[in-house]
């Protein structure tokens, strides 16, 4: 069975190369996070504050571009998100400033945010069966991208070359998606139906599937971000690897995701996808607990290869979590689904915010250690969230 119909290739393809860049744009700030605190003089505090910024802003965003589909159309709104990714990465590390670097980072969130929801909402309307194979994959561009940027950055940093090269062709490449973009018709999406009674705001309010997409969500990115933003510094400091190298970890953590999120829908076509996602989000809590404990043993070789191995598999752990909830969400509420998947998308980007801060919080008060494994414990909420919806939202997965 093919992903989504002929009719929406052409759409689909250019949608992945917009995760493609939106995956880039979410993990060179971790990638070049060490040399932003030794070039820039920033502490974690400050750095903190500067991802945290992107971060309010995004889930902001996520919540308000449900609403703003049902509004003016998926078009619109995902070219409002492009001008603005345009525009941050275009001056984004210019200066040392920390405001500034905040503000664009601010403006960059929002980009994001207009950018995750369309195209999640865009990839619903093109898959009906609620398998969520075209969902995975697309997501798995997202996961090609947070590769493809923090390799990127550490060849920069190898070659010498600045490292903020990596966001001015970051905004060239923008640029273009936003060319193809208004040339496209959205009009075959169609769109929501809405709610089918006066009450259905009040029923979607009551329905636990609303209420546990958002708190799985907000769990797993809090996780998986956090994993990205800080695992360059956390291999620098407690394994005592180079800059580049610590840039290389961030690429590894999402070769496990993009190996994860391409390897499932491209090879599993059973329909056991809550078992699967049950599996995944166990190997990613296992995998982030033992690559948490590692941190507060002497460092060697032995160790820090270990760590790289469990930094891989963290990442496939990760690979199929985003996506499946999001699928679920989808098909728990086909006739809202933009609002129903903002609000869980939203969840995400409140778990993006509260954790940087969170991290920096714990960094600074008792090391670095000591933050990362706060997400060994969080890691084990997200395996019983995920398993509470998938029992709540099986029935309406054919």
């Known amino acids: 069975m093919a992903l989504v119909e002929a009719q929406f290739r052409r759409l689909y393809a250019v949608l992945f190369s917009i995760f493609v860049l939106f995956g880039i744009s979410m993990t060179i700030i971790g990638a070049t996070l060490p040399k932003i605190l030794a070039d820039f003089g920033w502490s974690y505090t400050t750095a903190g504050a500067v991802m945290?910024?992107?971060?309010?802003?995004?889930?902001?965003?996520?919540?308000?571009?449900?609403?703003?589909?049902?509004?003016?159309?998926?078009?619109?709104?995902?070219?409002?998100?492009?001008?603005?990714?345009?525009?941050?990465?275009?001056?984004?590390?210019?200066?040392?400033?920390?405001?500034?670097?905040?503000?664009?980072?601010?403006?960059?969130?929002?980009?994001?945010?207009?950018?995750?929801?369309?195209?999640?909402?865009?990839?619903?309307?093109?898959?009906?069966?609620?398998?969520?194979?075209?969902?995975?994959?697309?997501?798995?561009?997202?996961?090609?991208?947070?590769?493809?940027?923090?390799?990127?950055?550490?060849?920069?940093?190898?070659?010498?070359?600045?490292?903020?090269?990596?966001?001015?062709?970051?905004?060239?490449?923008?640029?273009?998606?936003?060319?193809?973009?208004?040339?496209?018709?959205?009009?075959?999406?169609?769109?929501?139906?809405g709610h089918s009674t006066p009450n259905g705001r009040k029923d979607l309010l009551r329905h636990p599937a609303y209420w546990l997409g958002f708190i799985t969500l907000l769990l797993y990115v809090g996780v998986e971000l956090g994993i990205s933003n800080w695992i360059a510094e956390y291999f620098v400091s407690t394994y005592k690897a180079s800059a580049a190298s610590g840039s290389f970890m961030v690429s590894l953590f999402w070769v496990g995701l993009l190996a994860g999120r391409f390897g499932v829908p491209l090879l599993y076509r059973g329909n056991r996808q809550g078992f699967i996602l049950l599996f995944m989000s166990i190997l990613m809590s296992l995998s982030v607990i033992l690559l948490s404990a590692l941190g507060f043993v002497a460092p060697n070789g032995v160790i820090l290869n270990l760590a790289r191995i469990l930094a891989f598999f963290a990442g496939l752990g990760c690979s199929i979590i985003y996506p499946m909830v999001v699928t679920r969400i989808g098909a728990a509420f086909p006739d809202t689904q933009s609002e129903a998947v903002a609000f869980a998308a939203m969840g995400g980007g409140v778990g993006a915010f509260a954790f940087p801060f969170l991290m920096a919080a714990l960094a600074s008060a008792f090391g670095i250690q000591v933050g990362f494994a706060s997400y060994g414990l969080f890691s084990l909420a997200v395996v019983a969230s995920s398993a509470i919806l998938i029992q709540i939202t099986k029935k309406h997965i054919q």
């Open 52 to 193: 945290a910024a992107g971060a309010v802003s995004y889930f902001g965003a996520t919540y308000t571009a449900g609403f703003l589909i049902a509004a003016i159309g998926a078009k619109p709104t995902m070219l409002m998100g492009l001008v603005l990714e345009i525009l941050g990465l275009l001056f984004f590390a210019k200066s040392p400033s920390a405001l500034i670097n905040l503000l664009l980072n601010a403006g960059i969130g929002i980009g994001q945010g207009f950018l995750e929801l369309t195209v999640n909402w865009s990839t619903l309307r093109m898959e009906k069966s609620g398998h969520g194979r075209a969902m995975n994959l697309m997501h798995g561009a997202f996961a090609a991208g947070a590769f493809i940027g923090p390799f990127i950055v550490g060849i920069l940093i190898q070659q010498n070359l600045s490292w903020t090269l990596v966001y001015r062709g970051m905004a060239i490449l923008f640029a273009g998606i936003f060319v193809l973009i208004a040339a496209l018709s959205f009009a075959s999406l169609g769109k929501d139906r």
